[in-house]
Antibody, heavy 120, light 100 residues
Framework: QVLLQESGPGLVKPSQTLSLTCSVSGDSVNSADYYWGWIRQHPGKGLELIGYIDNSGSAYYNPSLQSRFTVSIDTSDNRFSLRLTSVTAADTAVFYC????????????WGQGTLVTVSS | VVLTQSPATLSVSPGDSATLSCRASQNIGTTLAWYQQRPGQSPRLLIYAASTRGAGIPGRFSGSGSGTEFTLTISGLQSEDSALYYCGLLTFGGGTKVEI
């Protein structure tokens, strides 16, 4: 059974850079069957895909979002990360890391989510 | 692709069946998934490829449809089924709240 665990700061100041990491157990991020991605959920709102990455480091980003996001992967440590620059209060959200089935484009495993609050 | 879900809220009684709809703005074949998000929890995959149940999902959850029209049916509703339900591809619909 795959487990995904997000880690990172719960509070970030405006204009700073947010970095989150997703540690994966029970599967390898080097798998050719999956992508590894990030989804955010603003308080009381719906789900929004940020982007995902494959084992070669090729990333896809939601074209409706600004290009402040970067997803990276570390196959040696079996984890992947999200970087968001120049955060504002509008970036306050729960961030989920997910495993994405390549064949079905389905998010079949989710982390527990981490709430990130942007405030001075 | 824009996914539009209806209704926004569905109030049902235990044991009833519920039918949730998802409409895609263009033909997506059967590449659609359904997710359940209970209050305070992470979403979980219910259905993928429009009609295939995810691992460990009870048989009372079923999905159908193709092209632009999709349906999630929940039969024999239980209190634990009170949740938000999202359809999704690379984007998500706005969700349907099921109240029991």
């Amino acid at each position: 059974q795959v487990l995904l665990q997000e880690s990172g700061p719960g509070l970030v100041k405006p204009s700073q850079t947010l970095s989150l990491t997703c540690s994966v157990s029970g599967d390898s991020v080097n798998s050719a069957d999956y992508y590894w991605g990030w989804i955010r959920q603003h308080p009381g709102k719906g789900l929004e895909l940020i982007g995902y990455i494959d084992n070669s480091g090729s990333a896809y980003y939601n074209p409706s979002l600004q290009s402040r996001f970067t997803v990276s992967i570390d196959t040696s440590d079996n984890r992947f990360s999200l970087r968001l620059t120049s955060v504002t209060a509008a970036d306050t959200a729960v961030f989920y890391c997910v495993r994405v089935s390549r064949s079905d484009i389905a998010f079949d495993s989710w982390g527990q989510g981490t709430l990130v609050t942007v405030s001075s | 692709v824009v996914l539009t879900q209806s209704p926004a809220t569905l109030s049902v009684s235990p044991g009833d069946s519920a039918t949730l709809s998802c409409r895609a703005s263009q033909n997506i074949g059967t590449t659609l998934a359904w997710y359940q998000q209970r209050p305070g929890q992470s979403p979980r995959l219910l259905i993928y490829a429009a009609s295939t149940r995810g691992a460990g999902i009870p048989g009372r959850f079923s999905g159908s449809g193709s092209g632009t029209e999709f349906t999630l049916t929940i039969s024999g509703l239980q209190s634990e089924d009170s949740a938000l339900y999202y359809c999704g591809l690379l984007t998500f619909g706005g969700g349907t709240k099921v109240e029991i």
